[in-house]
């Protein structure tokens, strides 16, 4: 079952959320962001890490070229 974790960070303004589920036998994370409008499909990572260094590229793409 997919569960919100207590990691929290932000990146350029925006929360990032970071979501755990048990796949197999492997715990694996994915985030979400403010900015998400419902239409990104969910990426998982082994590490929580690696999940909100992933959730910062996005924001930064979704934020286009602006400065920061």
């Known amino acids: ?3 919100a974790t207590t990691t929290r960070a932000t990146h350029r303004g925006v929360e990032i ?3 755990s589920d048990r796949i197999g036998n ?3 994370f ?3 962001n403010g900015r ?3 239409t ?3 990426q998982w990572y082994p590490t ?3 999940a909100i260094a992933n959730e910062r590229h ?3 793409r979704s934020m286009g070229s602006r400065g920061g």
């Open 1 to 3: 079952m997919k569960r």
């Open 17 to 19: 959320i970071v979501l």
């Open 26 to 28: 492997t715990t694996m």
């Open 30 to 32: 994915c985030c979400t």
């Open 36 to 38: 998400s409008n419902g």
């Open 40 to 42: 990104d499909q969910e």
């Open 48 to 50: 929580q890490g690696e």
């Open 58 to 60: 996005a924001i930064d």
